[in-house]
């Protein structure tokens, strides 16, 4: 195909590129003449050198390259064909774009690079938006560094005290992102979507081949400090909150909680009493204990821990061990694939979670009919929890959900909320709409994982890119294209 050859109808704008790019020699760069101006003003900030990469010519640097501007090019092109494709039955809700961006959101915060002794800090990250050119304003639409600053939010994260990720996102980010979001996040997640568009209509079947599993994972670890409290505390919650059948309302993630000791309440505090159970909180408390103003008495070593090297109190020390506990996340859940997911766990749990042999008749295991290869279940009319249990047998009681892993001492539950297997979503005309709804929601849930990994995101922009006509009006484009999905043109 001659570079300039037209396929089609969608056409692509490059005349910006003129201005980024230089001239022939590729050595001989052409700055703008405020290259070395702030982008963002820090005259008045607290530490003026805390932002870096903050000068025009960094921000030139990051877009004018032509492989740049033909990845942007080829961002904004599958943008345009998702915003026209993911339509009807495809549509993306209101809901699932949210739970989307702010679970996204949610990583960065929690990421630790805009934190200070595990303390989120939003007027950085903000900061870090601006420099990029996103307009970054307060919720009453004040755009000032100083007013950005006064709204932001500074906070120690824990994941236990939220219940939706929407509750999360509130709680953490106190600005206006709009900007960011419809200009990043939007497209970002659309061609995702549209990824897995691809994958539903072109490889429905190698989306049972993933055996996709919706769980919830929650691991506690034995403390060499007080050896035994992390096994009373998992058996003694699986006998009150899951063996018993009265118990209607789940939440394994409580699990967690209890074991952190820093969210409890004074009911809860008082079963762990019970139990003798010290949780790391408490673990912290006796530390704190140990620390006295005597020489001869005191724990030297956890005196250098907590103060730091005698550097502040073991007061500030305790704080800062309780935040760094508040942020540990005991709970790791959402929809994994066999290939990539759940690598964490011991591999003979893991194999058990992404078994084949799972029953596919949800209710049969429910009512005691059917027996699943690692089940036990706890339920009111309208919820079936499933849990794997530490053999795989398709016969037994189940009862044991609690799994152990000698080589960590940790001890694992893991509750799986559904499965995605060939049969599970296979479509039949014979199914009703409720059937077919939930067929289409499992699957267009694994394919949304799917689409994250390159070699699927890359098969369907050869896809995309081979059926929708395109016209390749600049060579620094067509040459990007042919280099690194070469395929769109083996019929050339």
């Not at 998702?82 to 699932?96: K, M, R, T």
């Not at 506690?220 to 058996?235: E, H, R």
């Not at 006998?239 to 209890?258: N, P």
Request: with cysteine; charged share 25%.
């Amino acid at each position: 195909m001659n570079k300039f050859q037209k396929i089609g109808k969608v056409l692509l704008i490059m005349s910006f590129a003129a201005v980024l790019t230089s001239c022939d020699d590729d050595d001989v760069t052409n700055y703008p003449s405020n290259q070395n101006e702030n982008v963002v003003d820090q005259t008045n900030a607290d530490n003026p050198d805390a932002l870096t990469d903050n000068k025009y010519a960094d921000l030139y640097d990051n877009i004018s390259s032509s492989n740049s501007v033909s990845a942007k090019t080829l961002d904004n092109i599958l943008y345009k064909l998702a915003q026209e494709n993911l339509v009807g039955d495809y549509a993306i809700s209101d809901d699932d774009f949210n739970e989307k961006y702010q679970e996204k959101m949610i990583d960065v915060a929690t990421s630790g690079s805009y934190s200070t002794n595990n303390e989120f800090d939003e007027y950085e990250f903000a900061l870090s938006l601006l420099t990029k050119q996103y307009d970054i304003k307060t919720a009453d639409g004040k755009t000032s560094l100083e007013d950005i600053k006064a709204a932001a939010n500074s906070l120690v994260i824990d994941p236990d005290n939220y219940e939706t990720t929407a509750e999360e996102y509130a709680a953490i980010f106190k600005l206006d992102y709009s900007d960011y979001i419809e200009r990043y996040y939007k497209p970002t997640i659309y061609r995702q979507y549209l990824y897995a568009k691809y994958i539903y209509d072109q490889s429905y079947s190698s989306i049972g081949n993933t055996y996709a599993r919706d769980v919830v994972v929650v691991k506690i670890s034995d403390d060499t400090d007080n050896p035994g409290s992390a096994s009373k505390l998992v058996t003694s919650y699986v006998e009150k909150y899951i063996e018993d059948k009265s118990v209607t309302d789940v939440d394994i993630s409580d699990l967690a909680r209890l074991w952190k000791g820093v969210n409890v309440t004074a009911e809860e505090q008082a079963w762990l009493d019970d139990l003798s159970v010290t949780t790391l909180a408490g673990e912290i408390d006796n530390d704190i204990e140990k620390i006295t103003d005597n020489p001869y008495t005191t724990d030297e070593t956890l005196e250098s821990q907590y103060t730091g090297g005698h550097s502040y109190s073991k007061e500030y020390g305790k704080e800062l061990a309780l935040n760094s506990l508040k942020t540990t996340d005991l709970v790791t859940e959402g929809t994994f694939l066999k290939s990539t997911g759940l690598s964490s766990l011991p591999s003979d749990l893991k194999s058990r979670v992404f078994s084949t042999d799972y029953s596919t008749d949800v209710e049969g295991v429910e009512n005691g009919t059917v027996k699943d290869v690692s089940y036990i279940t706890t339920h009111d009319d309208n919820t079936s929890y499933r849990f794997v249990t530490p053999e795989v047998s398709k016969t037994g009681s189940g009862a044991n959900i609690i799994n152990y892993d000698a080589s960590t001492s940790s001890y694992y539950i893991v509750q799986v909320n559904s499965i995605v297997s060939s049969s599970r979503i296979t479509q039949r005309d014979s199914d009703d709409a409720e059937t077919k709804a939930y067929k289409r929601e499992l699957a267009n849930e694994a394919a949304y994982e799917m689409a994250a990994s390159d070699s699927y995101k890359k098969a369907a922009i050869v896809w995309l890119l081979t059926n929708n006509d395109i016209v390749y009006s600049d060579p620094d484009f067509y040459d990007y294209i042919d280099t690194n999905y070469s395929s769109v043109f083996d019929d050339d």
